[in-house]
């Protein structure tokens, strides 16, 4: 397992993400799942009527940052896309195994699945940081 994917455990599923519309920034925190095959791929669900949804169809560059944890862990990337994917919720829903985001998006087969892309990411936490890049 690499540095990253430790990281990515350690999130335990939750992300904040940050658009941007027209200057105007805005905070969410959502949950994910990790693609087992492509560590720097992530999944998201969201409802399809969400201003995030309109702020990502103007325009897909993100920025993110997991919570931390008790050591000061916590991946952050503003060189990340988040974009409509091509896959299905079929396809990943075997990803996602927080009992707490099965609860929150009963119905995530109706939700519009998002694809999180890293380019590369800031590994930190109290003893120090890395980047990584992918």
């Given amino acids: 397992m690499t540095l990253f994917e430790e990281y990515t455990q350690a999130a335990k599923g939750m ?11 805005s905070l969410r925190i959502m ?3 990790p693609d087992p095959d492509q560590a720097n791929v992530w999944y998201l669900v969201s409802q399809p009527d969400t201003g995030k949804m309109v702020d990502l169809d103007t325009n897909d560059r993100v920025a993110i940052m997991t919570p931390l944890n008790e050591n000061g862990a916590r991946i ?8 409509r994917s091509e896959k299905t919720w079929a396809d990943v829903k075997d990803y ?9 998006h009963p119905h995530a ?3 519009v ?10 590994l930190a936490a109290y003893a120090g940081d ?5």
Avoid: C, H, W, Y
Avoid at 77 to 82: C, G, K
Avoid at 130 to 134: E, G, I, K, S
């Fill in 113 to 122: 699945l998002l694809e999180l892309t890293f380019k590369s990411a800031r």
């Fill in 109 to 111: 087969d109706q939700e």
């Fill in 15 to 25: 992300i904040f993400v940050a658009t941007s519309k027209e200057d105007q920034p």
């Fill in 31 to 33: 949950g994910f799942a």
């Fill in 76 to 83: 952050e990337s503003n060189q990340v896309t988040m974009v």
């Fill in 96 to 104: 996602f195994t927080n009992p707490v985001f099965l609860k929150n």
């Fill in 130 to 134: 890395q980047t990584v890049t992918f």
